[in-house]
């Protein structure tokens, strides 16, 4: 059965970091492109961060470019968010999934950025 287990979220104190996990199951990690996403109170689910199935190619929203990092481990299956220097407006619930966001959504984790 297909799944996500986000974790490692928190409050954290602008400029801060913290590293998200996604733990998944029920599908063909290593060969799928996996997204991280991120829904604020009151806004649309956003794409954050891309990475194709080999980590060789990632992509990431505007305002985090140079500040989060996309990475992989497809041995364990686990898809990663490394964010350094976060703002009150990185405040929301981080989910990932597959590039498209096609399957069902995990719980996610909570991410709050505040002094």
């Known amino acids: 059965q297909v799944h996500f287990v986000e974790s490692g979220g928190g409050l954290v104190q602008p400029g801060g970091s913290l590293r998200l996990s996604c733990v998944t199951a029920g599908f063909q990690f290593r060969y799928s492109a996996m997204s991280w996403y991120r829904q604020a109170p009151g806004k649309e689910r956003e794409l954050v961060a891309d990475s194709s199935s080999s980590d060789s190619t990632v992509k990431y929203l505007e305002s985090v470019e140079g500040r989060f990092t996309i990475t992989r481990d497809n041995n364990k299956s686990t898809l990663y968010l490394q964010m350094d220097n976060l703002k009150p407006q990185d405040t929301a619930v981080y989910y990932c999934?597959?590039?498209?966001?096609?399957?069902?959504w995990g719980q996610g984790t909570q991410v709050t950025v505040a002094s």
């Open positions: 999934n597959l590039r498209g966001g096609t399957l069902p």
